[in-house]
């Protein structure tokens, strides 16, 4: 045995353990612990208070620590002064991970801190993902909380839709309606979006005792209480419902069915107004209704989970961006959605380095960025399977989609450069006469042969004639644990047109996700 790791044991068993020789007593959370100053003084926390003559505890024999976070317990805190001692080796458990994380903050130990997230990031699953949601919500830990929320972010904006539907009607409300109604969340369209939004709450309200028997109500008979029309939220303080901020940095949403137990017979008529105003106030600004078919929009009137204002306000809005396209000349780029007052989050530059990139940045800024947007942008998803078969120089071809006269497709290319091999990933504006395919006009034809794959192609309305548009989009580029953000600033698109980017970085990844390689990709575009 080495002289220091027998020095260390001794510290840690009769220092720590017995407290022989102590100089100074640390009470924490009803418990007294035997220390000694020229051991804690390496821990940067006690140095602070121990070497620092401004700090009354300075010359005191016993100090008392006073923890506002309810997260730190005596074990944790056990942990932390025997880790002073030199006993590194610690169990993190399920029971303590966040209590450890806590007092790592506190007491500034880093690696407590890492391990800790790594452990509750290794270990996410849907018994625990909401529990470990509320906790990044209520309480800061830096980076490490961070770290821990942006990887719930993006599993429930990555599988929201499709493994983890049961899951999203137990979310807080106010994290239902930011990762539904983000640009990030991926789903096939906007449609679908709003299904999958409809069909969430209608089961949080049924399996809520208080709600299974409330009903969404008519226009009509919810006018003088309930009804928010989506466009003059902002404009007057009493049109936006409680537990909203009319402050775009900061809105916060509160679930009146989380808290219902607590409700009187009294109180229930006023509680079953707020929550259908809740309720009425996601669907309206969640879902971009302006770029549903009438078909559809005429179904969800129907189905009455929407106010008929919201309704008529997108066939509104779509009639002013057709007239703006319709009416342009071929030469003119612009149509004026955009103007550089605008505060929509438009993005000013082009991504230069692929690099994961927080989703919960994305999440946590303004719940909804558009919803005064007269032309917010256009949003669809797509799915590209079996990756392993895409040979050197040839392209995977999504679907199509109709946006403003326009039709729209992402493909993907492997091409290899210096013997390394590349995945490139492009958005295209194509003609509607073309096939759904065309080379990239980067590329030499010898370079790549195309292999085209059944397209789902929406009947457009009308037809953008200009010859070139200007047009911003972002890719949210999703593999089974990471998402990487693509994003363009405005810029020209020609007819079958691509801009996009390559990276060995794309290729690795994608490569590495298993033997049916598969790659999922929210795309965002619009005019300006």
């Known amino acids: 045995m080495s002289h220091l790791k027998k020095l260390t044991q001794a510290l840690y068993a009769r220092g720590f353990l017995d407290g022989m020789f102590s100089d100074i007593t640390v009470e924490a959370l009803g418990h007294k612990f035997k220390l000694h100053r020229i051991v804690l003084v390496?821990?940067?926390?006690?140095?602070?208070?121990?070497?620092?003559?401004?700090?009354?505890?300075?010359?005191?024999?016993?100090?008392?620590?006073?923890?506002?976070d309810p997260n730190i317990t005596v074990e944790a805190l056990t942990v932390v002064f025997s880790r002073i001692y030199g006993q590194t080796k610690m169990s993190i458990t399920a029971e303590n991970a966040k209590s450890l994380l806590?007092?790592?903050?506190?007491?500034?130990?880093?690696?407590?801190?890492?391990?800790?997230?790594?452990?509750?990031?290794?270990?996410?699953?849907?018994?625990?993902?909401?529990?470990?949601?509320?906790?990044?919500?209520?309480?800061?830990?830096?980076?490490?909380?961070?770290?821990?929320?942006?990887?719930?972010?993006?599993?429930?904006?990555?599988?929201?839709?499709?493994?983890?539907s049961q899951l999203m009607e137990k979310l807080p409300l106010h994290w239902l309606a930011r990762i539904v109604g983000s640009d990030c969340f991926m789903c096939p369209d906007e449609f679908s979006r709003y299904e999958f939004l409809r069909d969430v709450l209608c089961r949080r309200s049924a399996n809520d005792t208080e709600w299974s028997k409330v009903q969404l109500r008519s226009d009509t008979a919810c006018s003088n209480h309930t009804l928010v029309e989506s466009n003059a939220l902002t404009d007057l303080d009493a049109n936006v419902p409680k537990g909203f901020?009319?402050?775009?940095?900061?809105?916060?949403?509160?679930?009146?069915?989380?808290?219902?137990?607590?409700?009187?017979?009294?109180?229930?008529?006023?509680?079953?107004?707020?929550?259908?105003?809740?309720?009425?106030?996601?669907?309206?600004?969640?879902?971009?209704?302006?770029?549903?078919?009438?078909t559809e929009l005429k179904a969800i009137k129907k189905e009455r989970h929407v106010q008929n204002t919201v309704l008529e306000r997108a066939i509104w809005n779509q009639l002013e961006l057709e007239d703006k396209i319709v009416g342009s000349s071929a030469e003119d780029l612009e149509i004026g959605s955009v103007t550089l007052a605008d505060k929509e989050p438009?993005?000013?530059?082009?991504?230069?380095?692929?690099?994961?990139?927080?989703?919960?940045?994305?999440?946590?800024?303004?719940?909804?960025?558009?919803?005064?947007?007269?032309?917010?942008?256009?949003?669809?998803?797509?799915?590209?399977?079996?990756?392993?078969?895409?040979?050197?120089?040839?392209?995977?071809?999504?679907?199509?989609?109709?946006?403003?006269?326009?039709y729209w497709q992402v493909y993907l290319q492997q091409i290899s450069k210096n013997g390394l091999p590349k995945l490139g990933i492009y958005l295209q504006r194509i003609s509607p006469n073309s096939e759904g395919w065309v080379q990239d006009e980067s590329k030499d034809e010898s370079e790549s042969s195309i292999k085209p794959i059944a397209s789902a192609v929406q009947s457009g309305r009308y037809e953008d004639k200009r010859i070139q548009v200007r047009t911003w989009f972002q890719l949210y580029c999703f593999f089974p644990n990471k998402c990487y953000t693509l994003e363009s600033k405005p810029d020209i698109f020609k007819t079958n047109q691509s801009w996009g980017w390559r990276s060995h970085k794309l290729y690795r990844d994608a490569m590495d996700s298993g033997q049916k390689a598969s790659f999922e990709c929210a795309v965002v575009l619009c005019h300006v």
């Not at 470990?132 to 904006?157: A, E, K, P």
């Open 245 to 294: 901020s009319d402050d775009d940095s900061d809105d916060i949403l509160c679930d009146a069915s989380m808290d219902s137990s607590k409700s009187t017979t009294k109180d229930k008529g006023e509680a079953c107004n707020e929550h259908n105003r809740d309720h009425l106030y996601v669907f309206a600004n969640a879902i971009r209704f302006c770029h549903l078919s009438f």
């Open 346 to 406: 438009i993005p000013h530059d082009d991504t230069d380095r692929i690099d994961g990139q927080f989703l919960v940045n994305v999440i946590k800024g303004p719940m909804f960025p558009y919803k005064n947007s007269t032309s917010p942008p256009f949003r669809f998803g797509i799915k590209f399977s079996n990756l392993q078969h895409l040979a050197t120089g040839s392209k995977l071809v999504s679907k199509r989609a109709y946006y403003a006269g326009s």
């Open 102 to 164: 806590a007092a790592g903050i506190f007491f500034d130990d880093l690696d407590i801190c890492q391990q800790s997230m790594q452990f509750i990031i290794s270990t996410l699953d849907e018994s625990n993902i909401i529990e470990y949601l509320i906790f990044c919500d209520d309480f800061s830990y830096g980076t490490y909380s961070d770290s821990v929320l942006n990887t719930i972010v993006t599993q429930l904006c990555h599988r929201g839709y499709t493994e983890f």
């Open 42 to 68: 390496s821990n940067s926390y006690f140095a602070g208070m121990l070497s620092n003559n401004f700090w009354i505890e300075q010359s005191q024999s016993s100090i008392s620590i006073q923890f506002d």
